[in-house]
């Protein structure tokens, strides 16, 4: 992971990873690493033969997708493989992404790494790769696992956040910096999206457990800045006297910064987002965002593809893996800016 995400970045991640995949934990429990192997050791693995994988992302419109997809291609170098990226304009066209993978799968991949735009748009794809004997590798955004089963796909591995969590220490920032609570808003992602629904709930079950902060509004913006910034104006408008907002990924956060500062309310307004992509990670550094929810999709690419290739190599790592998030606040979103220090030549 290079760019603006540096060496602090990587001993975040490290540290996160250490954490997930603890001894004793339950994550660790869930996900049943190949031949003893810890986390680290799977992230770390190379490929014996030049294996050709196909990633299949959602929108290179947003910046978390963009970030993944720079993962992807820092892995292939480092792993010794080939990925090809496919990606759709936006997140409203389920359809084309399901048509590219179909076409896709005739060109010969050895493995599929995939991030549905919609916990089932893919699942006639992956029954098609199935059939064909291709080890699938779910990333970030998961495949509904009943509505696999019901049409007979199977994943291999799954690599995921728990996005629940990502809402819930949005959340626990609100209680503990806002002691006497009040009016919050939460701008959710696209309706029946199951990441952003899963984000919205740990938000809610958390914030609502509280017992003195009221959710008076909770609207979806369909990860679009825009959509975010007219949704918190009006609920600006609504109630002048709010205290937070959720969003539940960044793009929309910002939109939600833009709408508290024509409302002369940004200062009083806690502000927390979810992906720290970069523009994000700007705007807490500067005050005008409290947080925002790493969930280091970089990270995420190495570590599938590494599961790609260990399924190749017949020892495939089953079942459900949690990635690392964390919170980024101004205390340390210093480490996720610092520039990336010189990488000697292999």
Do not use: C
């Not at 010969?108 to 790494?113: L, N, V």
């Not at 523009?279 to 599938?304: H, K, N, S, W, Y």
Request: charge should be negative; proline fraction near 5%.
């Amino acid at each position: 992971m290079r760019g603006i995400f540096g060496i602090s970045r990587l001993v975040l991640v490290g540290a996160a990873l250490s954490l997930v995949f603890g001894l004793g934990s339950t994550a660790a429990q869930d996900a049943t690493p190949a031949g003893g192997m810890s986390v680290e050791e799977i992230a770390a693995v190379k490929a014996d033969q030049p294996y050709k994988l196909l990633a299949v992302v959602k929108t290179l419109s947003n910046e978390y997708w963009q970030t993944m997809e720079r993962g992807y291609q820092d892995a292939a170098a480092e792993k010794g493989v080939t990925i090809d990226v496919l990606s759709v304009p936006t997140e409203e066209v389920t359809e084309q992404q399901l048509n590219q993978l179909q076409t896709a799968l005739a060109q010969g991949y050895d493995a599929i790494m995939v991030s549905p735009i919609t916990p089932a748009n893919l699942i006639p794809a992956l029954v098609a790769a199935n059939q064909a004997g291709i080890p699938i590798i779910n990333v970030d955004e998961r495949v509904d696992p009943a509505a696999a089963e019901a049409a007979g796909a199977k994943l291999t591995s799954v690599i995921a956040s728990d996005n629940r969590d990502a809402g819930a220490r949005a959340a626990q920032y609100m209680i503990d910096n806002i002691p006497d609570g009040g009016k919050v808003a939460i701008i959710e992602g696209k309706a029946g999206n199951q990441s952003g629904l899963d984000r919205k709930e740990g938000f809610q079950e958390a914030i609502e457990a509280a017992g003195n902060f009221e959710i008076v509004a909770s609207q979806p913006a369909d990860w679009d800045q825009q959509r975010a910034l007219d949704a918190a104006t009006n609920i600006l408008q609504a109630n002048p006297d709010l205290v937070g907002f959720y969003a539940a990924n960044d793009t929309m956060a910002l939109g939600v910064v833009e709408a508290a500062r024509a409302a002369g309310k940004l200062d009083p307004v806690v502000i927390i987002g979810t992906d720290a992509i970069p523009a994000a990670l700007a705007a807490v550094q500067a005050g005008d965002m409290e947080g925002t929810v790493a969930q280091f999709p970089a990270e995420e690419a190495r570590i599938a593809t590494s599961l790609a290739i260990l399924a190749l190599q017949g020892h495939p790592v089953e079942g459900f893996i949690p990635s690392p998030i964390e919170l980024i606040t101004k205390d340390n979103v210093a480490d996720m800016l610092q520039p990336a220090e010189a990488t000697p030549a292999a």
